[in-house]
């Protein structure tokens, strides 16, 4: 599945030009690194329903790797795949790309599109805000790599996340920040959470 994903990305790269792809911080991941990701995950024998996130998700490189991970692991029945994607470009992709991964699947597998703005859309419940969500939606695990893309300060993503943007913000952290949030909410009610997500080393530096 994982072979196929990756050449109608290819194909895709070929066919949208970098200035379109670049307003979204659009790069993917390669099979090499999605793959080594999928096997990072220690996967309880106890989990039968696995809920995952993957956030900025693309043409679902990475969530394909995590699907094909789980499919050699009996105890998992049942997968709920949620993606958030809002370039409208790579969304017909994207869901072409998960259908082949539903057909090849003996899983129950359940997808969920997002189409809205990951951050701006939960910017309410991320901050406890009057008309926010006061039960978010969990994950066990996250698998993700976000938008590289220095924003405004005025931006409406650094916006709605004020407590974590110092200096000149940068999309990836907002990303990684809000994914965070999610899954340690997921971690107080079990303890197979996991994250895992491509990050720039910019992230370890003094004062981000
Ligand atoms: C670095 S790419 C990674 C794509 C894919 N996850 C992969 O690893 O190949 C980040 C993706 O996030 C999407 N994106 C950017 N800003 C977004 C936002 N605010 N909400 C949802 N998706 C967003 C981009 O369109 C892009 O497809």
């Given at each position: 599945m994982l072979d196929c994903i990756i050449e109608r990305t290819i194909r895709y790269i070929d066919g949208m030009p970098k200035k379109e792809r670049k307003k979204y911080g659009q790069f993917f991941t390669s099979k090499e690194t999605a793959h080594f990701m999928a096997e990072l995950y220690t996967i309880p024998?106890?989990?039968?329903k696995v809920r995952i996130l993957d956030a900025g998700?693309?043409?679902?490189i990475l969530s394909c790797a995590l699907l094909e991970r789980l499919e050699r692991v009996a105890s998992v029945r049942s997968i709920e795949l949620t993606c958030y994607e809002n370039d409208d470009n790579i969304l017909g992709l994207l869901r072409e790309n998960l259908r082949t991964c539903q057909a090849n699947s003996e899983k129950d597998l359940q997808i969920n599109i997002i189409t809205d703005n990951y951050i701006t859309s939960q910017y309410l419940d991320f901050n406890h805000m009057l008309g926010g969500n006061p039960e978010p939606k969990e994950y066990d695990f996250v698998i993700g790599n976000p938008p590289y893309m220095k924003i405004s300060k005025d931006a409406p993503e650094a916006a709605a996340m004020p407590d974590v943007c110092y200096g000149s913000p940068n999309l990836y952290f907002i990303f990684a920040a809000m994914v965070a949030k999610w899954c340690i909410l997921s971690l107080v009610h079990g303890p197979q959470g996991l994250i895992l997500s491509v990050l720039d080393s910019i992230f370890l530096q003094k004062g981000n």
């Open positions: 024998q106890s989990l039968s998700a693309g043409s679902g």
